[in-house]
């Protein structure tokens, strides 16, 4: 072999030996990354568990489970999450959603037969409430 290839091969073998040290690196740095990433979920599953066994029998909703509903009852969960404390009568509801308030009554009943919301009175007034486990999910997906 001459010269000029015995150079270019050991220039090659330092470009390998670079390239193994970079993807032994690699892969170290993806080792802790799931190392961690395996802690935080652990963490926010022990916080969200604590959180629905505080709110009941509500689901704990994310993105995906809203989009699934049809849309006039995720125009009503929208509206509803919304509002202040994400509790509304139908009435309010209707007023954001610009539907009649029998027809917003029917979709708020619907979503508490379903379990996404929550219905309690107050006097003469009935409100639906989104239990805030969920409204932090949505509004948390939202801002990423």
């Given amino acids: ?43 926010t599953l022990g916080k969200l568990d604590a959180l629905h066994l505080n709110q009941g029998s509500v689901p704990i909703l994310d993105t995906l489970d809203i989009l699934h509903l049809p849309k006039h009852l995720q ?23 610009g539907k009649a308030r029998a027809v917003e009554s029917d979709y708020l009943n619907q979503l508490h037969t379903m379990g996404f919301v929550r219905k309690c009175r107050e006097g003469r007034k009935v409100f639906f409430e989104i239990p805030s486990v969920n409204k932090d999910i949505y509004t948390m997906e939202e801002e990423e």
């Fill in 1 to 43: 072999m001459d010269d000029a290839v015995l150079s270019k091969l050991k220039e090659l073998e330092s470009k390998l030996n670079l390239l193994i040290s970079l993807v032994v690196e690699l892969k170290h740095r993806q080792d802790v990354l799931y190392q961690q990433l395996s802690t935080l979920e652990k963490k």
């Fill in 75 to 97: 125009d009503t969960y929208k509206a509803l999450l919304s509002t202040e404390r994400s509790k509304a009568t139908a009435e309010m509801v209707a007023e954001i959603t």
